[in-house]
């Protein structure tokens, strides 16, 4: 379970493969489950540099998929470019933990709470919050700044990109993380 967010804590501001590849599924017509979900994490991330705050990019690098640090697919999409000073970590699973050292990363610069934004809300950030719960961090999951996608249902036809959002939040609610939108994210940085 989520360690219940700490006052005083170190907050960093997580993105997860925000790559052209998720602009180019949104472009080709994929159902998304909050359609201003790019904006939202651009929002958040313009707060966490206003106010000085630590922003970690994880971008995906899969051989045989779209998601190739050097394709145009693996190319930053513009809501969510990296700095030069902002730390970027390469991964070749679902997890941002998984072989990244992004864990390293965090302890290092004592960090103990992170906003977790970006793409799939019912994959790689599912999988993502529950690491950082496994690991001792807090996690704050604005559900309106996660990218969401319709997907196949394990036994014929389709499960809407609404219903999968819904339900990824609700289990990650339950036990990993602290729900909320975009808009509450600054109140909760005071915390």
């Known amino acids: ?6 006052a005083n804590a170190r907050t960093a501001l997580v993105m997860i493969d925000m790559q052209m590849g998720m602009a180019e599924r949104i472009a080709a017509g994929r159902e998304v489950a909050v359609a201003q979900a790019p904006e939202n994490m651009a929002k958040v991330l313009a707060l966490f540099r206003a106010r000085g705050l630590p922003v970690i990019h994880v971008h995906h690098d899969e051989p045989g998929t779209p998601f190739t640090k050097d394709s145009p697919s693996g190319a ?7 700095l030069e000073t ?3 970590f390469w991964k070749s699973g679902s997890s941002a933990f998984a072989g990244t050292g992004l864990d390293r990363h965090l302890r290092r610069h004592s960090i103990d709470r992170i906003v977790l934004v970006g793409a799939v809300a019912a994959f790689c950030i599912t999988s993502t919050t529950r690491a950082a719960s ?4 807090s996690v704050i999951l604005p559900g309106d700044a996660l990218l ?3 997907l196949p249902a394990h036994d014929g036809g389709r499960l809407d990109a609404a219903v999968v959002h819904r339900v990824t939040l609700s289990l990650l609610g339950a036990d990993f993380a602290q729900l909320t939108t975009t808009d509450q994210v600054a109140g909760l940085l005071l915390t």
């Open 1 to 6: 379970m989520s360690a219940p967010a700490a």
């Open 76 to 82: 930053p999409m513009p809501c969510a470019l990296p």
């Open 86 to 88: 902002e730390a970027v």
């Open 134 to 137: 496994d690991l001792g961090f």
């Open 148 to 150: 969401g996608f319709d």
